[in-house]
T-cell receptor
Framework: GNSVTQMEGPVTLSEEAFLTINCTYT??????LFWYVQYPGEGLQLLLK?????DKGSNKGFEATYRKETTSFHLEKGSVQVSDSAVYFC????????????FGTGTRLKVLA | DGGITQSPKYLFRKEGQNVTLSCEQN?????MYWYRQDPGQGLRLIYY???????QKGDIAEGYSVSREKKESFPLTVTSAQKNPTAFYLC???????????FGPGTRLTVL
């Protein structure tokens, strides 16, 4: 079946450190891939997305590249800030069928000043 | 401003009582979803609806019910049959076809 696997957290970094959060997926077909961010006590917000192989999504200094050969969509940021502390979810969906999303379990990021 | 509203933000109920969580969107989206989030876990799909007057069970529908009488509204009822209802509930909507999902702020339900 279809699934998304994220690295377990929490991830604790110092301000200005480099961030990588790993995400791999299993899918029958060619999904669209997403990263969402959730701040404490809030709903999820879209961070970035990619709809086909080799696409790079980017937003607010975060980037992720759709790698079909490794079925991965790792999230990266060159220099994190305290305000980036949140939970990050990797997700996939398809352009046909029921359009249901499949979410990873989330990775909590804590950035220390 | 367009968006999704959920009310109330915090809800307390006694065990054995049914409770209804509200979700309203003014984004003109056809599809709406209900998710449950437990501490340290991802989102699990309860119900979803792709069109008015139609909805489908998600992965954990037991003990929940929904209705979709209007495009803008997708209320979720947590019934007494739900064995462990205390959780954070998120409503979402989208235009379908792999488009971005928009989320409401969530309702935290605590059953005493």
């Amino acid at each position: 079946g279809n699934s998304v696997t994220q690295m377990e957290g929490p991830v604790t970094l110092s301000e200005e450190a480099f961030l990588t959060i790993n995400c791999t997926y299993t899918a029958t077909g060619y999904p669209s891939l997403f990263w969402y961010v959730q701040y404490p006590g809030e709903g999820l917000q879209l961070l970035l997305k990619a709809t086909k192989a080799d696409d790079k999504g980017s937003n607010k200094g975060f980037e992720a590249t759709y790698r079909k050969e490794t079925t991965s969509f790792h999230l990266e940021k060159g220099s994190v800030q305290v305000s980036d502390s949140a939970v990050y979810f990797c997700a996939l969906t398809f352009t046909s069928g029921t359009y249901k999303y499949i979410f990873g379990t989330g990775t909590r990021l804590k950035v220390l000043a | 401003d367009g968006g999704i509203t959920q009310s109330p933000k915090y809800l307390f109920r006694k065990e054995g009582q049914n409770v209804t969580l509200s979700c309203e969107q003014n984004l003109n989206h056809d599809a709406m979803y209900w998710y449950r989030q437990d501490p340290g876990q991802g989102l699990r799909l309860i119900y979803y609806s792709q069109i008015v007057n139609d909805f489908q069970k998600g992965d954990i529908a037991e003990g929940y019910s929904v209705s979709r009488e209007k495009k803008e509204s997708f209320p979720l009822t947590v019934t007494s049959a739900q064995k462990n209802p205390t959780a954070f509930y998120l409503c979402a909507s989208d235009r379908g076809q792999s488009n971005e999902q928009f989320f409401g702020p969530g309702t935290r339900l605590t059953v005493l």
